[in-house]
């Protein structure tokens, strides 16, 4: 039986109705580095009250997915972080040196995004709350996470590593026009921004003094290109895919990587494409389908174990072999 998140749904409609509701701890991190979506949240956080740490990668990391340097030294930086949030010669983890982001709050790590999130878990929360935080915000990313490119995106990383430390966590998917490596102030971060507040505000109206996840469930929150009369849709990573991922021999005949200033490489790669087969009636709910016209919401388990029914098929399909 799949469990529908519906009754949330209307909670998040209303949620500029509900009382101004408890200040909460949040690490905030990304897969992206220094941006103008985290600026964005991070503002929008703080203005509703919340205490957040910011730590990020120093650049984009996207498509690591869980990926960890496992007993590498973080050496000083040998050239700037992305949009100059720390300097050639800063060390590999620490606070931001950019004008604008020296308030103590903002943080960055060259590595990867679990790395980044780690040091906001580990090293900054328990340096300013001595404890775990009661959120884990991942994103806004620079472009959508649905269907099976999930497995390897960062952004996703992120929430499943701090929901199997049993921490809430959300994953949070913009549009890649969001982008702005100028003047970090993309007009849509700022929409994108106050809609993940709302979402936060509706959560808490219905937790009240406990958890704002069940333990063991995380979320996946995509929003689409055009945000004006988006609503809140429940969705579900499902089957259909938004994006063709494969391996190619050689990207310079690659008509996608060609398209992105490749066709001169002519060297094997990964490339990657938009799906744009229908989608059946059953994939309805699919996110890679609701995220093209609203705002998916979607529940994810944490990490890899099965549902009761599958775990059962197991012990009976191998109940002679376990018994030995």
Known sequence: MRVRLLPLLPFVLLAGLAQPASALNIVLSNDDGLTS????????????GHDVIVSVPCTGQSGMGGAVKFLTPLTPLTAPCLNGAAAAGAP??????KAGFTNGDYHYVNGTPIMALLYGLDV??????????????????????VGHIVNSSGTIGNAQNAASRGIPSI??????????????AAPKSATVAKLSVDLIAALQAKAGTGPLLPAGLALNVNFPQVLDGAKWKFARIGSYNAYKVKFVKDLGADPVAASYGLSQVHLPGVTLEMNTAPATEAQAEDESIVYKKDIAVTAMQVAYDHRAAGQQWLRLRLRDLLSQ
Not at 92 to 97: H, Y
Not at 128 to 140: I, T
Not at 171 to 184: F, G, P, Y
């Open 37 to 48: 979506n985290v600026k964005a949240l991070y503002e929008a956080l703080k203005a509703k």
């Open 124 to 145: 900054q929360a328990q340096a300013r709350w001595g404890k775990a935080p009661d959120l884990v915000l991942s994103g806004p990313n620079e472009g959508q996470n």
């Open 171 to 184: 994953a949070l998917s913009a549009d890649a026009d969001t982008t702005d490596n100028v003047n970090l």
């Open 92 to 97: 590999g983890a620490g606070p931001m040196s």
